[in-house]
Antibody, heavy 121, light 109 residues
Framework: QVQLVQSGAEVKKPGASVKVSCKAS????????MHWVRQAPGQGLEWMGR????????NYAQKFQGRVTMTRDTSISTAYMELSRLRSDDTAVYYC??????????????WGQGTLVTVSS | SYVLTQPPSVSVAPGQTARITCGGN??????VHWYQQKPGQAPVLVVY???DRPSGIPERFSGSNSGNTATLTISRVEAGDEADYYC????????????FGTGTKVTVL
């Protein structure tokens, strides 16, 4: 079955960087864009960006431009999201999600289990 | 950016029908997708493309979209349906292109 498995929880100090991984299985990794979405405690879902696993091309939300880097390793079907210059308000659960596109729209299915990143001094 | 507005909460008795709205400017011209998120879990797709259901999602979940409002309807509500629900659209003119609603907490009384 299609599955996304993320790396474990992280605790970081302000100003540091964090790198979260997302290992895909059950489908052709290079055939679908991978997205990253975060959710602060008690808050809603916030789209961060996406990567084309085939080409490595990326698109980031303007809010995260300059702080986020999305990469992939096709040999192990894994996508990565690195967020730098962490602040306390970056404390959140970070999800990866596969995009399923049509000509006019797209949605996310499935999602990874989430990775809690806590930023605290 | 494109804004999707949902009611913060909806309460419903078991066996009754829950309706969760998602408001957006001319949302009827877009395709709307819905996700269910139970506490401590990742979101799960329950309706895509306004009214289609992924395999494994009960027929009790249905969707509609017209004008400025999309609606997720849960018929014969069960205790296990208690969760947060988010709508989502793709909007080419918005930044970001992928927009989520504010979320609705469904409480089963």
């Amino acid at each position: 079955q299609v599955q996304l498995v993320q790396s474990g929880a992280e605790v970081k100090k302000p100003g540091a960087s964090v790198k979260v991984s997302c290992k895909a299985s059950g489908y052709t990794f290079t055939g679908y864009y991978m997205h990253w979405v975060r959710q602060a405690p008690g808050q809603g879902l916030e789209w961060m960006g996406r990567i084309n696993p085939n080409s490595g091309g990326t698109n980031y939300a303007q809010k995260f431009q300059g702080r986020v880097t999305m990469t992939r390793d096709t040999s192990i079907s894994t996508a990565y999201m690195e967020l730098s210059r962490l602040r306390s308000d970056d404390t959140a659960v970070y999800y990866c999600a596969r995009e399923l596109p049509t000509v006019t729209t797209s949605w996310f299915d499935p999602w990874g289990q989430g990775t809690l990143v806590t930023v605290s001094s | 950016s494109y804004v999707l507005t949902q009611p913060p909460s909806v309460s419903v008795a078991p066996g009754q029908t829950a309706r969760i709205t998602c408001g957006g400017n001319n949302i009827g011209s877009k395709s709307v997708h819905w996700y269910q998120q139970k506490p401590g879990q990742a979101p799960v797709l329950v309706v895509y493309d306004d009214s289609d259901r992924p395999s494994g999602i009960p027929e009790r979940f249905s969707g509609s979209n017209s004008g400025n409002t999309a609606t997720l309807t849960i018929s014969r509500v069960e205790a296990g349906d208690e969760a947060d629900y988010y709508c989502q659209v793709w909007d080419s003119s918005s930044d970001p292109h992928y927009v989520f609603g504010t979320g609705t907490k469904v409480t089963v009384l």
